[in-house]
């Protein structure tokens, strides 16, 4: 019996079976401990956008890691890495003008996010605002805030009451958010949290104008609308650098993670609009939050190269010319029985949907047998968001082995 806890899993399936052990990965390609080549339509977890092996931001780890891997960025000490991070990416943001506050991760940013939302309320004497609301089918990372946030049920199941003024509401219908507002009043409502892209609940787009829609009402009903880009940061929604900036959210706060680093370390970022920072910079005010690895020089070095390459090999286009690709040769398989739907056309992201959720597991491994290392999320949707770097001759690939696993 092995040592290892595996998130998300099955561990006597896992102890049973064992486990798919990835030993090594070059652009959009993994092996296997035996020498196995699959291509990753996953990117990993959502994060390798800009594909394996990157000699580059690995050798840029090396050289910080080397000179100081980490000090605090409490109080007020930095590394000038962090530093220079957090100017760069204040210029990527949504929001002229937004602070940058680090974190270890996606749940991290999430549960930053939520605090930074109801301390500002209380800031502005208003203390009543605290109810945070999510929407069904949204992950927002695992943490306490995060779960009570989302809207997959099963992840919330045997814990109990997680978070008090946590609600959720329709993903899909903006009426839904405003027949909450109306039922409990603006007055209570601290932040509305929206992944523009909902993700692990299943791979689901937005409906035409939804976005618009509840950003509008959180306007009017002065409540911060909060987007939750950890999967669709830095170029997977296609075009631009965030979903935000593609669809001119303008968020109060923006969680980030995974793309930031391609996850060649963990590192995540939330970003703040000058309304939310503004009190906390006025002097003699405390955000009393932070993490011991928040801004760790080595991932802000790993950070840095990455937005390098990114922007260097026009990485933001590969993931916009992807939206079409994908949807091209993706779509014929919605005519296989064994698929209801296949979701496609934003960005380097897409789901075939099976008919039967129940099969998701098993198709996984027979896309393992076609070379195609897969995932399942939410019920029965096969995830696709592959690498920026992906060429098409991979996709075409990638989709007939996807229409060969299904048989």
Known sequence: MGALWHGFADMGAVERDGAFVVARGEGAHIWDRAGTRYLDATAGLWFTNVGHGRREIADAVAAQLSDLAHYSNFGDLTAPVTQELAERLAELAPVPGSKIMFTSGGSDSVDTAAKLARRYWHELGRPEKTLIVGRRLAYHGMHVAGTALGGIAVNREGYGELMPDARTVEWNDARALQTLIDEVGANRIAAFFCEPIIGAGGVYLPPEGYLAEVRRLCREHDILFVADEVVTGFGRIGGSWFASSRFGLEPDMMTTAKGLTSGYLPMGAVFVAPRVAGPFY??????????????????????????????????????KNLESLLHEHLSPLAAHPRVSEVRSGLGAVAAVQLADPSEGPAMVKALRAQGVSGRAAGQGALQISPSFVISEPQVADLAAAFGRALG
């Open 282 to 319: 006025s002097g003699g005010v405390w955000f009393r939050h932070g993490y011991t690895y928040g801004g760790h020089a080595g991932a802000a070095a790993a950070a840095m190269a990455n937005l390098d390459i990114i922007e260097r090999e026009n990485l933001l286009d590969a993931s």
